[in-house]
């Protein structure tokens, strides 16, 4: 059995309730269990809460980066043996990257704190960037099964995987860090836990920000590259802390 702390769900739509549907069911027959199943959407009229209530579910009516914001406290969160856990949607903006920036412009407020151009290929199949700055990268060239739990065998191709997306990343990565001060990457990697259901440890969020300040401390100025990453696909972000000053220079302007 895996034993989870609270689990939230990212979105309360169609993804969400598959997925809580899914979880609810794994904990009936002894596969999962978990403490709270948390399901976060804006609307207090999505799918999850329009359906019979469950004991163990709760909606959470909140803008998903306020939720975060409250959620993530490093001193509440729990890792070890019941990891508090995050399921992502597949259609969310980068929340992770967002939260971790909140974080350092509250470390830093006297400095420049941006998302940068994840200018650089990954050299993937897919490979985009947004005009946003993020990297959107995918070892598909194909349309791959609705909720895919990206087994050795791919059902795609019918080959063995032979790629894993954190290692595309963590090379990527290292070769920022030849040009300038680059921390991580922080990888928020979704793995199958069970029935169709992807998630990632809550405490990768206070890694990645560690991870940063670390860097920063040590250098002056950094990039982290922070990865929402599954086995087969990816969005990249660059977080930015300038140098002591340089944001009020900017203001100056």
């Known amino acids: 059995m895996i034993a989870l702390g609270a689990v939230v769900i990212i979105g309360g739509g169609c993804y969400g309730a598959f997925y809580a549907a899914q979880l609810q069911r794994a904990r009936n027959d002894g596969t999962v269990t978990y403490e709270r199943l948390l399901v976060v959407d804006r609307d207090p009229a999505c799918q999850v809460a329009t359906q019979d209530p469950a004991p163990d579910r709760d909606v959470v009516v909140a803008e998903w980066d306020d939720f975060l914001d409250r959620w993530l406290d490093p001193d509440v969160r729990r890792t070890g043996d019941r ?31 941006r998302t940068v151009p994840a200018a650089v290929p990954l050299g993937t199949p897919f490979d985009m960037l947004h005009g946003d700055g993020t990297r959107y990268v995918s070892f598909a060239d194909w349309l791959c099964p609705t909720h895919c739990i990206e087994p050795g065998l791919c059902p795609a191709t019918r080959a063995p995987r032979t790629w894993e997306m954190g290692e595309a990343v963590e090379a990527w990565t290292h070769a920022r860090g030849t040009e300038r001060p680059t921390a991580g990457p922080a990888l928020f990697t979704c793995r199958h836990v069970a029935y169709g259901v992807g998630m990632y440890p809550a405490a990768r969020a206070f890694e990645g920000f560690d991870a940063l300040v670390a860097q920063v401390e040590a250098t002056g100025s950094a990039d982290l590259v922070v990865g929402s990453v599954s086995a087969c696909h990816g969005a990249i972000g660059l977080i930015r802390v300038a140098e002591q000053g340089v944001a009020s220079a900017v203001e100056a302007r």
């Not at 980068?94 to 006297?110: F, K, V």
Request: charged residues 30%.
């Open 83 to 113: 990891p508090d856990m995050i399921v992502p949607s597949p259609l969310m903006p980068h929340l992770m990257a967002n939260w971790i920036m909140r974080r350092a412009r509250d470390r830093w407020p006297e400095r420049e704190v």
